[in-house]
């Protein structure tokens, strides 16, 4: 793995704070059951500036004339190693991830105070964890305790959220890479559960199959992935993926994987017999021009909610052909009417996170497009049984979900898995 993006971002960072000082922890470990842990996921932001893998671990940077950037992380532990890995240790980590000094985080409270001293302003993910808040507390008091030798605490505590996610939210090109290769994975792993789906199968079965894909690839799943059969997928966050797939239904997939920390997140819907019925192609062509209409939105200078906006007004007028609502588009669309059929909105920041960090709004306007900006486009909808609606619709739920890049000319889109009737019903064809 290059160094290099991890020294470039702390390089950035150490010229926003100025004087101050940053302090960036790792996430803990969690436990599942007893002394059995959750497989460890490292913290975002402290990944985004450090590349270092194991739990335990603080980027401490100080700003200045002289800036440096400090790693605390475990010491290495013959014993503790054969049971459980490889441990960088300071030594080690300092050269392979480009640090300026490392020490051991069993030093972390006694050495964090000297380089607090001093300091104008501390800068952290203030509420982010509640341990560590009390932890730079502790430290702040140590400096304070320590006025009559002539030392001065830092007067000035800022969030420095709002510095990373600002950064995070404009992708550079390693990032691009990696997540064209997280997009790559999780299509071919959709592609892989179209072939495999059978009439009669259980949804966990279907889960397997994308489980397969991205373990194959060294990926893990980015989020509980969803896998619902029929009217399930009108149940918006449906994970018990425990039911069997019945011959007449679709099927809705919302699976993505992370690699190298970076999710991709794609949604598909197909039949699971691998024939749409009149009433389910109707329906899935309505969403699909919505998807459509949504890309055109995106590009450099556009607004963030433009693609949401261009999808509802394909939606509503579908909903307005399919008979599910009557009246005017536009004052359809004004007193929200499709939102008993779409009730989440059409994007998201895609990244380390899948929602990822950086804002939607800033001083109450959506944010403009730029380049490097990558978001979901996720248009759907979910016609819920109900007496006021024909039979052949009820428990129709269907939503389209692909990654995109916003370029210099518009966007391009990362996520390539089938995606129209026609190329559907081909890959789930069995002769
Ligand atoms: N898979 C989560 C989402 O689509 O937002
Ligand atoms: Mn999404
Ligand atoms: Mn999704």
């Known amino acids: 793995m290059s160094v290099s993006p991890f020294l470039t971002r702390r ?70 190693e054969i049971w459980e890995g490889y441990r960088y240790g300071p030594k080690a980590a300092r050269t392979t991830f480009g640090f300026d000094a490392a020490y051991s985080i069993a030093q972390f409270d006694s050495k964090f105070p ?5 300091r104008e302003t501390l800068w952290h993910t203030v509420g982010g964890d509640p341990a560590w808040d009390k932890r730079l507390a502790a430290a702040l008091n140590v400096v304070r305790g320590q006025a009559r030798a002539g030392k001065e605490a830092p007067r000035v505590i800022r969030d420095l959220r709002a510095e ?89 997939i919302d699976a993505g994987c992370e690699i190298a920390g970076y999710a991709a997140d794609i949604t598909r819907t197909f039949p699971v017999a691998g024939r749409f019925s009149a009433a389910q192609k109707d329906v899935y062509e309505i969403v699909l021009a919505a998807q459509t209409a949504a890309f055109a939105a995106i590009a450099p200078g556009r607004r963030f909610t433009e693609a949401h906006e261009a999808a509802v007004r394909v939606l509503t007028q579908g909903l307005v052909d399919l008979k599910l609502l009557a009246g005017d588009l536009d004052n359809l669309i004004e007193k ?56 052949e619709l009820a428990g129709i739920g269907i939503r389209i979900e692909d990654d995109v890049r916003v370029t210099a000319a518009g966007c391009a889109v990362y996520t390539t898995a089938p995606k129209t009737v026609a190329e559907i019903e081909e890959i789930m064809r069995h002769d």
């Open 336 to 391: 929200e009417a499709y939102r008993r059929y779409y009730m989440h909105r059409t994007s998201h920041w895609l990244g380390l996170d899948v929602h990822d960090a950086g804002d939607y709004k800033t001083g109450g306007q959506w944010v403009t497009l730029q380049a490097g900006m990558t978001l979901t486009v996720e248009p759907g909808l979910y016609i819920g049984a109900a007496a006021d609606i024909p039979a």
């Open 11 to 80: 390089q950035r960072l150490l010229k926003i704070i100025g004087d101050g000082i940053a302090v960036m922890p790792t996430a803990p470990e969690a436990v599942r059951n007893r002394d059995t842990h959750h497989p460890y996921r490292f913290d975002s932001y402290f990944w985004y500036l450090s590349g270092f893998p194991e739990p335990e671990a603080v980027v401490v940077l100080v700003g200045g004339k002289r800036p440096k950037s400090i790693l605390f992380c475990r010491e290495k532990h013959e014993e503790r």
């Open 164 to 252: 990373l996610d600002a950064m995070r939210l404009i992708k550079d090109d390693f990032e691009a890479e990696i997540q064209q290769r997280a997009a790559d994975i999780t299509s071919a792993a959709h592609a892989r559960a179209m072939r495999a789906c059978r009439p009669g199968m259980m949804e966990y079965e279907l889960e397997a199959e994308l489980t397969h894909e991205f373990r194959r690839h060294g990926g893990v799943h980015a989020y509980p992935p969803i896998v619902a059969g029929g009217a399930n997928a009108c149940v918006l966050h449906y994970v018990e993926n425990d039911k069997p797939l019945a011959a007449g239904g679709l099927v809705l």
């Open 114 to 118: 000297e380089l607090l001293a001093d």
